[in-house]
């Protein structure tokens, strides 16, 4: 193992190498700029010896075809449905020119700069070099920001390339991307319950007995999408994950307390299900004194206990990892520094397999990244749909955006609706929240002032329209009809002709859960996701068992065939901007998207066989 001294030695012989620069092919001129989001402010010049860990997006030789590929096997009216691609398919079509290769390393080595390392298909370049050593070589200036929660980064809103690598580079961060992924949750234990008054209780007696409106328990998401009694057949070849990010990892002993109240045989699934932990994320362990004081691991807890409460015997695999911690100006000190994403899905992609089911809780406004980065991030998740696995992720907890920040990021502070991002990439799956039963309806909780005095917002299953992505043509048709539907309603408030999310939505308002070894409710599209995830993991055990592929990337499939194994959503709205947000409507919606699920009924449409 290489010592820290010897570390600090090689980046100062780099920097001394740098002092007098070197000169490029040709000019340097801006490749990419991106304005300061709001909550934001510059405080200092950054530390020249603070050490970066910097990601270097070299452009696919043929993403293009990588795309046809997605939509082919996705594509259930394709004869190559479910013939989804290998790990060395995707990284055939996706590796960078030798071209592209030669001129990135020749401008890195003419720098004196070595690679430290390489995503799996070399679209990636990973180099750790002091902030001083980055200025230089991207003609640019970072600067400490302080977000207004006290969270702080390095970054640089503008910089440059030569001119002649502006073709061959897509993207490097962390630059000029404020990303801060944050998990969809919105009330914990210590949030009251918040009964609407007109609520009714489902005629249903069957359903009436099961699902209480104050604490929503897998027995009655069990009973009300109609996977109670399925005997799982395919063990041995599915499997779900879920993703922790902000040193969130799942507490073994809560998640038995859990099941062994509300699904006692499934106890065991709680003791042995793997934790694995990438770019220095948390491990299995109990929690510490200090994460129970800053609440940590609620959002883990949750999304293991609503993926076991509902589908506990196919095998579940944790991903937990590291980035985006606070920033620490000591000295040559290497950071994994808020890009939490990209290290998850470059360190899966590497990997011979993978789940056929991945869920999401974490998200952030659209507009706080770069269009360039969210792009090439959206194109890694599209590999893994190429592979055969479903990406789901939370579509947001504010509807159309929170009261107070609904403003553009471009510097004309125009009043906008906030679309979020990944759930706006068209490649992955965005699962909203419903409540109540008989019958479902957009999962609303009114804004309230806590215990502590804290005042809260309201919560809103979320959902918009991309800014950054156009509808894809699984939804163009679908999404443009909800649009001429408005009537011109909220006209130049959001993108009309952008990618519509979410896509399905599930139960998020008062969820069951234990955390610290206490019973409480939790509610979001982070708990409507993975509980979704779960659900989708089931209809792959029915395929899988019946001799067929999993359904890999859905949305193809959701928009052509399977929204008809959906309950449609119809009443409630995107509350959030100070209005009433986008209705739910008959048809697709950008609140509910297609509806919430009727699991015999996706099974039937996908091929499958039922096995209760």
Known sequence: MVGFSAVVSALLAAHAALATPVRSRTSYRVKDSHHVPRNWRRVSRAPADHVI?????????????????????????????????????????????????????????DNGITPSSYSSAKDWIMVTLPIETIERLLDTEYHVYEHKDGGKVARAPRW?????????????????????????????????????????????????????????????????YSTKGYKTQACDKNKVGFNNFLGEHPIRTDGELFLAKFRPEAVSSAKDFPQLTIADGPGDYALTPNEIEAGTSKEANLDFQAIAGISWETPII??????????????????????????????????????????????????????????????????????????LFSSGDSGVGTYGTCLSNDGKNTTQFLAEFPPSCPYVTAVGATMNFEPEVVAYRPAF????????????????????????????????????????????????????????AAQGLYFAYFWNGTEGTISGTSASC???????????????????????????????????????????????????????????????????????????????????
């Open 449 to 504: 002032t806590g215990p502590d005095g804290v005042r809260h917002g309201n919560y809103t299953s979320g959902g918009g329209f991309s800014n950054y992505f156009p509808a894809p043509r699984y939804q163009a048709a679908t999404t443009r009809s909800y649009v001429d539907g408005l009537a011109g309603a909220y006209a130049g408030l959001y993108n009309a002709s952008g990618r519509g999310y979410p896509d399905i």
């Open 160 to 224: 440059s390339l030569p001119a002649h690598l502006h073709k061959h580079i897509d993207t490097i961060q962390p630059t000029n991307s404020f990303f801060r992924a944050h998990a969809e949750k919105f009330d914990h234990i210590e949030a009251p319950v918040h009964l609407n008054p007109n609520y009714k209780p489902p005629s249903n007696e069957t359903l009436n007995a099961v699902c209480n409106v104050s604490s929503v328990t897998p027995e009655c998401f069990q009973t009300l």
């Open 318 to 391: 944790s991903y937990s990892t590291g980035g985006s911690p606070p920033f620490t100006p000591s000295p040559s000190t290497p950071t994994n520094t808020n890009e939490p994403y990209l290290e998850w899905v470059n360190w899966l992609l590497s990997q011979e397999s993978f789940p056929q089911v991945i869920t999401t809780s974490y998200a952030d406004d659209e507009q706080t990244v770069p269009q360039s980065y969210a792009t090439r991030v959206c194109q890694q998740f599209a590999q893994v749909g190429a592979r055969g696995t479903s990406l």
């Open 530 to 612: 993975p509980l979704t995830g779960g659900i989708i993991s089931l209809v792959n055990d029915a395929l899988l068992a019946s001799g067929r592929p999993p359904l890999g990337f859905l949305n193809p499939w959701l928009y052509s065939r399977g929204f008809k194994g959906l309950t449609d959503i119809t009443s409630g709205s995107a509350v959030g901007c100070g209005v009433d947000g986008f209705p739910a409507k008959e048809g697709w919606d950008p609140v509910t998207g297609l509806g919430t699920p009727i699991f015999p009924g996706l099974v039937g449409l996908a091929g499958g066989k039922l096995f209760y």
């Open 53 to 109: 860990n910097l990601q270097i997006g070299v452009k696919q030789s043929n993403f293009a075809e990588l795309e046809r590929h997605l939509y082919e096997v996705s594509d259930p009216d394709h004869e190559r449905y479910g013939q989804h691609l290998s790990g060395d398919d995707v990284k055939e079509l996706v590796k960078p020119t030798n071209e592209t290769l030669d001129l990135v390393h020749e401008w890195l080595g």
